[in-house]
């Protein structure tokens, strides 16, 4: 196939596959305003990155409970002048876990507009091996292969040394419907951010458990595992807005 | 060769340059980046970066070849944000955008095939196959050479051709 034709292909999937991405028919006005000064152009923020923000918010507070240092200039520029309600923060609890390999504390639970966010703290089950997330930083390449690297604190580190002669089992923790995962290891040790985008109000209201599955992989052996975790709500009200 | 200079006033020019180039850009941008919101976002700043510098560019390359070398590297820029980095990009067939009927599966599978290769490769695959680049193009949009880009081209079409098919062996796309 000539580059040519493969340049007629991929147009034609892409172009009908991407069909609904829609213009903004104001983008010249709003960039001459912008550069003229005379107003700021909106910078629109999209659903994933106010679940984002809203996850980094929770992260605030539910790090600060653990002595997770540095926030601050994690969140530095990225989420400035947004606020939680600290009052409407819920204690989740862990009801029940199938995993062998890891284990799983559940810290705190927060709903907003944009969801329901919970946080865990995830160690290893046994000495004999380590956790990370699958996208932790150095741990692949740009091109998803395993790197000899990884990022603990504000090193680089090699793996091999980081490990130690342990097992590297890398997990990822899938969100209820819509959602996202966010993911960061401090000091203390890696800790998952599960937001669901559209959990079930009327049964948060009432306070519910909700399960999420958790893929796991071991680097070593080639095993893997695919467990669930329970968590236990209380009754929560969802809070609007974020400013 | 074609350049951004001409008689038209800048504002026209820009105007221009949207009508033209807004959808191409918004369509490698939400390939780039897996997110339209995001995409827009990158459109717009590439958008106002091209016009801030309307006047000193020199028309070395094409205006399609440096508008595309500026979303590229925007979207760069926005893949480099901390909360970005955390975020599983991976995309699946109910988060693409909404369309009035449904594309054929082959199509959407392709789409969603080239979005998820690795950024160094899915870069120039949507330069050269999306937006038509010549290897040359791309070279310079990307600032590597064009031996490089051949070379990522190939191992596109490798990955391409495992995830569409579990084989290296047949044509990709």
Redesign the interface.
């Known amino acids: 196939m000539t580059l040519h034709e493969e340049q007629k292909k991929v147009q034609k999937a892409m172009e009908s596959t991407l069909s609904g991405l829609q213009e903004d028919p104001w983008l010249t006005q709003r960039i001459l305003a912008n550069t003229k000064g005379e107003e700021p152009v909106k910078k629109k923020l999209s659903v994933s990155a106010l679940v984002i923000a809203l996850m980094l918010i929770v992260s605030v507070v539910a790090f600060a409970a653990t002595n997770w240092t540095g926030i601050t200039e994690f969140l530095g520029g990225i989420v400035g002048g947004w606020n939680v309600n600290e009052e409407a923060i819920a204690a989740a609890t862990i009801k029940e876990k199938t995993s062998k390999w890891i284990n799983l504390t559940a810290t705190e639970a927060y709903w907003a507009e944009d969801g329901l966010s919970v946080i865990l703290k995830v160690d290893s089950a046994d000495d004999s091996h380590v956790v990370c997330y699958q996208f932790e930083e150095g741990l692949t390449n740009e091109e998803g292969e395993m790197s000899d690297q990884i990022k603990i604190g504000e090193e680089m580190v090699s793996i091999e040394k980081w490990r130690a002669g342990k097992e590297l089992i890398i997990c990822e923790f899938a969100p209820v419907g819509e959602g996202w995962t966010w993911y960061k290891r401090s000091d203390e040790g890696l800790f998952v951010i599960i937001t669901s985008g559209d959990p079930d109000a009327e049964a948060l209201q009432k306070g519910t458990d909700l399960t999420f599955e958790v893929h796991c992989s071991n680097i070593q052996t080639g095993e893997k595992e695919t467990s669930t975790v329970t968590v236990t709500l209380p009754a929560m009200t969802m809070q609007e807005g974020h400013k | 060769m074609e350049t951004v200079k001409g008689p038209d006033s800048l504002?026209e020019t820009?105007?221009r340059m949207?009508d033209l180039y807004?959808?191409p850009l918004?369509?490698l941008c939400?390939?780039y980046l897996h997110?339209?919101?995001?995409?827009?976002?990158a459109?717009?700043e590439t958008?106002?970066k091209a016009?801030?510098n309307l006047n000193r560019f020199d028309g070395h390359s094409s205006e399609k070849t440096w508008l595309n070398r500026i979303a590229i590297n925007t979207c760069k820029d926005m893949c480099k944000?901390?909360?970005f980095?955390?975020?599983?990009r991976r995309i699946t067939p109910d988060m693409?955008?909404?369309?009035?009927t449904r594309?054929?599966e082959?199509?959407?599978s392709?789409?969603?095939a080239?979005m998820d290769l690795?950024?160094?490769?899915r870069e120039v695959?949507l330069l050269?196959?999306?937006q038509?680049f010549?290897?040359l193009e791309a070279a310079e949009a990307l600032g590597i050479s064009h031996q490089a880009v051949g070379s990522r081209l190939n191992r596109a079409r490798r990955k391409l051709r495992f995830a569409l098919e579990g084989s290296d062996d047949h044509?990709?796309?």
């Open positions: 504002e820009l105007e949207v807004q959808l918004l369509r939400y390939a997110d339209e919101e995001l995409a827009k976002d459109v717009q958008f106002i016009y801030r944000s901390g909360w980095r955390h975020m599983d693409l955008p909404e369309t009035e594309p054929e082959k199509d959407e392709l789409t969603i080239i690795p950024i160094r490769l695959a050269c196959w999306l038509g010549t290897y044509d990709p796309a």
